[in-house]
């Protein structure tokens, strides 16, 4: 049994990967700093040095899951000193203390941290570099993030499209710009993993679904079979896609999903979402 701590535990992210460790025998500690989604959940504001050293010192994980962050470029172009404050000095002020503890730090990062070209990106990959100084880190980098959280009512984008199907039963989608999809139960899946196995170090790893799609396949797959009309609009948006070996979850012994087989449990999952 391990001491793991959850940063961001009331986060779209942060919730599934927290409520899903709570299944297990570990002692789980999930931390938020305004919205707390499950009762047991300790406050703390990571961006103040002094909580974040209190908070380590009297709980000593041995392991940190740090998914607390802002996923949105447009709120990071905004409020540039509060996406630092929250992706770069937060994440500072719990590597210096996992170095105390010669704790292992999990870092949900993200997609943009490949190229960088806004805020939101460059914030991440400097986080990156801070968790790298550390002698045991795994580094996850998620893209496009779909599937079922605790947490359906933050404005993460596959929230909006549950939340737009419910209440108009109409979904306009860009066609646009193509990407490898994450799948929230994958992160989880792969993260309980690491947890468990002391050969993962040292990595940085992407955790997403063999497959290019774009948000209106996504839609159209997930959303039409449930009655939702889905209409292709074109942004003219294109992203380059990083070039990903997917052998590599093999060579790991990690979880792997095509994209047919996370859309199939959505799939499964949204039916019974509809109906609740």
Known sequence: MKTILVTGASGFVGARIYLDLKQTPNKVIGIYNQHKLFTDL???????????AELL??????????????PSSSWCEKYP???FDLHVNATKYLVNNAKK??????YISTFAAYNPSNVYGKTKLAAEELVKTLNNYIILRPSFIIGLSPNANNNSPFNIYLKTSKTKYKLEMDSSWTFHVSYLKHL?????EIIKRKDLNKLTLPVVVEGVTSRY???????????????EIES???????????NIYQKLKLPHYTYQQAITELKRDLKIHFID
Do not use: W, Y
């Open 57 to 70: 010192q009297k709980f000593k994980p041995e392991v940190i899951i740090h998914t607390a962050a802002i």
């Open 236 to 246: 003219k948006r294109i992203i380059p896609i990083p070039e990903l070996d997917f």
């Open 188 to 192: 989880s899946e792969i993260t309980q």
């Open 217 to 231: 396949q996504i839609a159209k797959d997930l959303f039409e079979p449930l009655g939702v009309k889905v209409s």
């Open 101 to 106: 503890l010669n704790a292992k730090i999990i």
């Open 81 to 83: 000193q509060e996406a």
């Open 42 to 52: 300790t406050p703390c504001n990571i961006t103040d040095e002094n909580q974040v």
